[in-house]
């Protein structure tokens, strides 16, 4: 969802990341689903995008990668 509501509002990754106050790095880590945000983090994007909390931590990776 984040990826989706950057090219939809012309926000680049950095800016985004300024935003929300992380890193764009781990921005771009967290949309490419190779990590999973914080409470912290999750709450910060949907603040700055107005992207419901629960449809940000939803589109995250499971914590253990999906192992039983």
Not at 13 to 26: Q, Y
Not at 36 to 50: H, I, M, N, Y
Request: no cysteine; hydrophobic share 45%.
């Amino acid at each position: 969802p984040l990826r989706r509501w950057r090219a939809a509002n012309d926000v680049t990754l950095a800016v985004l990341a300024k935003m929300a106050g992380v890193t764009a790095s781990h921005l771009s880590e967290l949309e490419r689903g190779l990590d999973r945000p914080s409470l912290g983090v999750a709450q910060k994007l949907s603040a700055a995008t107005a992207i419901p909390l629960q449809e940000i931590a939803d589109a995250a990776p499971p914590k253990n990668g999906g192992a039983a």
